[in-house]
């Protein structure tokens, strides 16, 4: 059985592989949020510009992109919305770790305590309790961080999916001079 330094230098690696993960998950998000906001103002100036084209020849407004521009959103938002809910079980499941290890170290705290003889059992208890609930508030904060980054990962997804392949869907287009 592994000794009470190697189970909290175990438990502090573990802590920080997470924190690490869920930093690099956070980069990339706003990596990708970066790419779409740009692609997303170059789909908003294609767009712009058809309409603009379009106010003058009633025929343009027939342009199947009109109607993709609404039922795209709808879709992303969609499968944006239905990948956040997975991800909220996770943010769920950390945080009743987090209240399950604060109310086990609190109980195991008053039943020790009335087996405590001396002032110097007291502080004894009271160390492993202010440990435990450390190390429980540790590991438990880098779930919930890791539960955070996948989750707004998840979202971003579609939505940064449909921004790019507008963009890049459009500035072909646009180049060949097919629909703008």
Known sequence: MPNRTSRRLSAATRNQARLVDAGRRMTGTALAAREMA??????????????AEALGDPVAMTNP????MGSEKVEAATESAFAMAD??????????????????????????????????????LQQRYVESVLTGSMASGSRLAVGTARLIDAGLVPLHRTAMANARRLAAERKSGSSL
């Open 38 to 51: 740009a692609a997303a103002g170059k789909v908003i100036g294609y767009r712009t510009a058809l309409m």
């Open 65 to 68: 992109e009109f109607t993709l």
């Open 87 to 124: 991800g909220i079980r996770a943010l769920a499941d950390a945080w009743n770790l987090w209240m399950a290890t604060q109310a086990r170290a609190a109980f195991g705290a008053a039943a020790d305590l009335a087996a405590c003889r001396t002032p110097l059992d007291l502080v004894t």
